[in-house]
């Protein structure tokens, strides 16, 4: 029976993220994350260390052969300390990879070339986005479910390091289309974070609920100049925040630990007894489970925040349980609250710049864009195993 639901966003007139980028990538897959990632250097240089002296037998358990990658070929290859690289494993979530390819399935090495010494790139879903702001930005490489922790999505760079390029990977019309909207071209900076923050307002995974269950994000750029630069100025402390290149403002760290743990290592109870609300607004985390030590004063919003249904404060926790008490994590789980905690707010701020965004928006003719073509029409395959593609 033919399917009743138009496509998502099919009434609207606004371009789709995967319209004004010419670039787009999956993110990293390993296909052993558990033995290729670690939430510490040392911890997975020396486990890295260790699976070399290991015997056949035992290095073929420990690595989890597949069809691309056996323990047999990475024994062979000695250790390589230039090889451990941070990467964007989840939201506000990096961790080491050992990235080489004979310990990564789909290194998308075309995406990581393409990707240079810096760059930061959107992240969303091609379907199916649920709650939560509706792109993530990332600003080191990105794992393949770096959006929600499964089900993939699509990697959208920014910076375009090909010498004699334009600089970035955005549609050249859609620049000269802003600029005649606006009277001077915006920079590809700020057009991005405009899309970002009219994507992380709470109110645009809301409303769009239905048109994101089949569809990528859609861009509702607005007519007024002025609302393009309030966009353009929340998404700026938004990449800055979910990127990790600014702290988080004085006045968002509440959150303090308090007491003196009784064991040495995190300990993280089962999420009915994770959060202990204080009945104002906010709440203690125990991280022993004696609660001998408390991150206190968290932000019930902070603690609730999903990406997709993705509780990214209880999974952060939940994946260093075990490790050491030691100063490093007690400023890693801190400047985490903080982030989440200014994030929120600046995203709730968004949520006017979108209304004003919607109730004027562009439509693609006005931004020199053509009419959608169908999915993967232009798409060009750099390498079938990396399964990257260019929307030019």
């Known amino acids: 029976m033919q399917n009743l639901k138009p496509l998502g966003f099919s009434e609207l ?45 035992q290095a073929s ?29 989840r939201p506000m979530d990096r961790r080491w990879l050992y990235n080489r390819r004979e310990y990564v399935d789909f290194p998308k090495r075309a995406l990581q070339e393409a990707w240079g010494s810096t760059n930061h790139a959107l992240f969303v879903l091609e379907d199916g986005t649920g709650a939560g702001p509706a ?34 990977y955005l549609s050249p019309s859609l620049i000269a289309g802003l600029g005649l909207a606006y009277g001077i071209p915006p920079s590809a900076q700020q057009v991005f974070d405009a899309i970002l923050a009219l994507l992380s307002a709470p109110s645009y995974s809301r409303d769009f609920a239905r048109d994101l269950e089949d569809a990528f994000p859609h861009i509702p750029f607005p007519a007024n100049p002025d609302v393009f630069a309030a966009a353009a ?24 630990l308090l007491g003196r743990a009784t064991g040495v290592t995190l300990q993280v109870p089962p999420p009915s007894r994770a959060f202990l609300q204080d009945g104002a607004g906010g709440g203690l985390i125990p991280l022993q ?3 001998s030590l408390r991150l206190a004063h968290v932000p019930l919003a902070a603690w609730e925040f999903q990406v997709s249904g993705y509780p990214v404060l209880y999974r952060w926790l939940k994946a260093r349980e075990g490790d050491a008490l030691d100063a490093a994590f007690t400023q890693d789980v801190l400047d985490l609250v903080w982030r989440l905690t200014e994030m929120v707010e600046v995203m709730g701020r968004a949520d006017a710049v979108l209304a004003s965004a919607r109730s004027h928006p562009l439509t693609r003719g006005e931004l020199n864009l053509p009419q959608p073509v169908p999915y993967g029409a232009n798409a060009i395959h750099l390498d079938p195993d990396e399964h990257i593609e260019s929307t030019s």
Request: glycine fraction near 8%; aromatic fraction near 12%; include cysteine.
């Open 13 to 57: 007139d606004w371009p789709g993220v995967d319209e004004v980028f010419r670039l787009k990538s999956n993110g990293i897959v390993t296909y052993r994350d558990d033995f290729a990632y670690a939430t510490r250097q040392d911890v997975l240089a020396q486990r890295v260390q260790d699976f070399l002296t290991l015997d056949p037998v």
């Open 61 to 89: 358990v420990a690595f989890k052969d597949t069809r691309s990658n056996s323990a047999a070929r990475a024994i062979l290859v000695p250790f390589d300390d230039a090889a451990l690289t941070r990467i964007s494993y």
């Open 135 to 168: 792109a993530w930005c990332h600003g080191i490489k990105p794992d393949q479910h770096s959006f929600r922790g499964s089900t993939g999505g699509w990697v959208f760079p920014l910076i375009n390091h090909t010498e004699g390029g334009s600089g970035h």
């Open 233 to 256: 100025a929340l998404g700026a402390d938004i990449r800055a925040l979910q990127g990790f290149t600014r702290p988080p403002g004085k006045a968002f760290r509440q959150a303090r």
């Open 289 to 291: 489970e004696d609660q």
